[in-house]
C-alpha cells in the first residue's frame, strides 16, 4: 500500500532527534501545498489552527508535520498513518542541553546561561520536562507538546509509557531510530513510496560534549530522569531490528546505492552556495533520482 497517496502522514518531530534533517527530506517529497507544517514557537497556535480549517481544506493535506504531540488526527476527517523518528535518551538529553546553550530564541536560554547551568543543574532544577522522558511524553499522546510556565514540573506517569508503546504499534506505519539514520530512511523510501531521500545533516552542532566525555555520575542522572524513554527506546529499536530483517535483502541493496550517491551530493550541495555550476549539479541530482 503506497502510504504516501492513501493517508495523510503525521510527521512527529520529537526534538533533538535528527528530526530537522528529516523535515527537509520530507519537504522535497511532497507539493508544498499539500503541506501542513506545525510553528515550533508556537504549537497551540498551529493545532487551533488545524483544527478550524474547512473538512475540504484538512482533506487536501498529505502531510502534517513538524512538532506537535501524538493525537492531532482527531482533527482531520480522513485515513491517516504516522512516522517520528526516535534517540537513545541519553544522547538526546545531551544534545538538546547544547542546542539550548547555542539558541538564544530557546525559551530556557536565558535562565541556562545566565545560571551557567551544567546539565546536571539543568536537570536537577526541575524547571522543563523537556529533558525527561520526552520521547514518552510526546508518543504517548497524554500531554500538549506546550512550553509551560519554568516552575512547573510534571512527572511522567509510568502507564504513559505503555500508551506510548500502544500507540506506536498501532498507529506507525514505521519509524526511525538516529543512530540508524540512513538505514530509516531507506525504510521510509519503501514503505511510503519515497523517490531517494538525499541530504546533508540539518542543526548539528559540532561544539558539544558526546555521551563518553560524561562522568559516570552525568549518566546516571540523565538515565535517572529518563527511565521511560529507555523503556520505549529498547522497545522501539527490538520493533525497528524486526523490520529490517523482514525487508534485509531490499534494503542493503537500496543503502549501498543510496550511500554512493549521497556521497557525491554532500560534496555538491557544500558548494553550492559558492558555485552556481555546484547548485546545478545538486539540483540535476535531485531532479534524476528525488
Aim: glycine residues 2%.
Amino acid at each position: 500500500m503506497n502510504y504516501k497517496q492513501e493517508k495523510t502522514l503525521f510527521f512527529l518531530h520529537i526534538p533533538k532527534a535528527a528530526g530537522t534533517t528529516l523535515n527537509d527530506i520530507i519537504t522535497r517529497q511532497y507539493k508544498s501545498e499539500s503541506v501542513f507544517q506545525t510553528n515550533p514557537v508556537n504549537i497551540r497556535e498551529s493545532k487551533n489552527k488545524l483544527i478550524k480549517m474547512s473538512e475540504s481544506d484538512k482533506e487536501n493535506f498529505k502531510v502534517i508535520k513538524g512538532h506537535m504531540e501524538f493525537g492531532w488526527h482527531e482533527f482531520i476527517p480522513q485515513e491517516f498513518t504516522y512516522i517520528t523518528m526516535l534517540r537513545d535518551p541519553v544522547e538526546r538529553v545531551i544534545s538538546l542541553y547544547y542546542y539550548i546553550l547555542k539558541n538564544p530564541r530557546h525559551y530556557l536560554y536565558n535562565i541556562v546561561t545566565e545560571n551557567r547551568m551544567s546539565l546536571r543543574d539543568l536537570l536537577s532544577s526541575r524547571i522543563s520536562a523537556q529533558l525527561s522522558n520526552g520521547q514518552t511524553r510526546i508518543l504517548s499522546g497524554r500531554e500538549e507538546l506546550v512550553q509551560k510556565p519554568l516552575a512547573v514540573f510534571e512527572e511522567c506517569p509510568a502507564e504513559w509509557l505503555d500508551s506510548a508503546k500502544q500507540n506506536l504499534d498501532k498507529y506507525f506505519v514505521t519509524f526511525g531510530l538516529t543512530e540508524k539514520f540512513d538505514e530509516s530512511l531507506i525504510l521510509f523510501k519503501q514503505i511510503l513510496g519515497w523517490k531517494i531521500p538525499f541530504y546533508t545533516s540539518k542543526n548539528v552542532n559540532k561544539h558539544r560534549l558526546f555521551k563518553s566525555e560524561f562522568s559516570v555520575q552525568d549518566i546516571i542522572l540523565i538515565e535517572e530522569y529518563n527511565r521511560l524513554d529507555i523503556e520505549l527506546y529498547k522497545y522501539a529499536k527490538k520493533l525497528f531490528e524486526e523490520q529490517i530483517y523482514r525487508q534485509q535483502s531490499a534494503i542493503k541493496t537500496d543503502l549501498r546505492r543510496f550511500r554512493q550517491f549521497n556521497q557525491v551530493y554532500r560534496v555538491y550541495a557544500k558548494f553550492s552556495n559558492y558555485s552556481r555550476s555546484a547548485k546545478n549539479k545538486v539540483k540535476s541530482i535531485i531532479k534524476d533520482c528525488v
